[in-house]
């Protein structure tokens, strides 16, 4: 039977204690609701453009530009089965709100039937935040569209720490079968 070599044992007793260190945003760091900057079909803020015509990527895309004065990037549409992540916020009637997974966008549009709303992420987390008691909308939310950030992943600290003891293990490993 073969032995254990200490450098691998190293590296798996590291790999167990830096597994279970990872962060998550908590519902306390959402700060204060996101702000709605325009809406369509609506008369709810004196800067209503007089019409988006339909709810396309380009359309969206282009309106929120217009709105915010810069060009933005269409990052992902939220619709179907994956809106069920709209829920509401403990504390406050009427107020919802809906992770945005890995992204972190600077705007974001909800559709509710023929109107829509454009919002700025205030705290610029994942998450958006919503008062929608205060749209007075009748209608089912259609979906949401997110602009503004590539969504890229950036690897956490801990997997690049795994992955270097595993590496550093492997070497190990081959330098002793040597």
Do not use: C
């Not at 990872?22 to 325009?38: H, Q, R």
């Not at 282009?62 to 089965?81: A, H, R």
């Not at 690897?155 to 070497?171: D, F, I, K, R």
């Amino acid at each position: 039977m073969k032995k254990i070599g200490f450098i691998p044992a190293i590296a798996a007793i590291a790999a167990m204690a830096f597994s279970a260190s990872s962060w998550a945003v908590t519902i306390a760091d959402l700060g204060s609701p996101d702000t709605l900057i325009s809406d369509v079909n609506g008369t709810t803020l004196p800067n209503n453009p007089d019409d988006l015509p339909n709810s396309g990527q380009e359309t969206e895309t282009q309106w929120v530009s217009d709105l915010v004065g810069s060009p933005q990037t269409f990052v992902y549409k939220f619709e179907g089965d994956s809106l069920g992540g709209w829920l509401p916020f403990g504390g406050a009637a009427g107020t919802y709100y809906f992770d945005f997974g890995a992204y972190t966008p600077a705007y974001f549009v909800l559709k509710f039937g023929r109107t829509s709303y454009a919002f700025t992420n205030n705290a610029s987390t994942s998450y958006a935040w919503v008062d929608v008691g205060a749209l007075n909308e009748q209608q089912g939310l259609s979906h949401i569209s997110i602009f503004g950030d590539d969504g890229q992943q950036v690897p956490e600290p801990t997997t690049l720490a795994l992955l270097g003891l595993g590496l550093v293990g492997l070497g190990a490993a081959r330098r002793r079968a040597k």
